[in-house]
Antibody
């Protein structure tokens, strides 16, 4: 069965960087896109963008251009999200979700990133 | 950005029929999808492309609509359906989600 297993929670200081991973299993990794979604504490869902796992091309929503990088380790069926120069407002749970370019199908369990001095 | 407007909360009793509406600020064709999220869990896809039931999802869940007006129905509601439901459009970039409708027990 399709599974997306994300890395563990992170506690970081403002200005630091974080890299979270999303390991896929149960399907051919390059057959499906990978999306990233942010959920601040007690808030709704915000789409960050997606990466074409076949070509490696990322697409970012405007609010996530600059400090956010989507990358792949295709040989390990893993997608990564790196956030640099962390700010307090980056405190959130970050989900990966696979699917087509237009549909988020299966979701990872989420990674809580806390940014605090 | 395309704004999706959902009612914030609904109170229901098991066995009832409940309908959640989602209105888009501009047309999203039929690229509207519905997700269920329970506290502390990841969202789960229930309905895709307005009216298609996702794999393994009970037929108690259904969706309809096109353009700017969409509805999501649970009939009948079960106690396990208590959750927050989000509509989500992927026709216009950036993709957007509604603020969520929290289903509560009466």
């Amino acid at each position: 069965q399709i599974q997306l297993v994300q890395s563990g929670p992170e506690l970081k200081k403002p200005g630091e960087s974080v890299k979270i991973s999303c390991k896929a299993s149960g399907y051919t990794f390059t057959d499906y896109a990978m999306h990233w979604v942010k959920q601040a504490p007690g808030k709704g869902l915000k789409w960050m963008g997606w990466i074409n796992t076949y070509t490696g091309k990322p697409t970012y929503a405007d609010d996530f251009k600059g400090r956010f990088v989507f990358s792949l380790e295709a040989s390990a069926s893993t997608a990564n999200l790196q956030i640099s120069n962390l700010k307090n407002e980056d405190t959130a749970t970050y989900f990966c979700a696979n699917g087509t370019w237009e549909l988020l199908d299966y979701w990872g369990q989420g990674v809580m990133v806390t940014v605090s001095s | 950005d395309t704004v999706l407007t959902q009612s914030p909360a609904l109170a229901v009793s098991p066995g009832e029929r409940v309908t959640i509406s989602c209105r888009a600020s501009e047309s999203v064709s039929t690229l509207m999808h519905w997700y269920q999220q329970k506290p502390g869990q990841q969202p789960k896809l229930l309905i895709y492309k307005a009216s298609n039931l996702a794999s393994g999802v009970p037929a108690r869940f259904s969706g309809s609509g096109s353009g700017t007006d969409f509805t999501f129905t649970i009939d009948p509601v079960e106690a396990d359906d208590i959750a927050t439901y989000y509509c989500h459009q992927s026709w216009n970039s950036p993709y957007t989600f509604g603020a969520g409708t929290k289903l509560e027990l009466k």
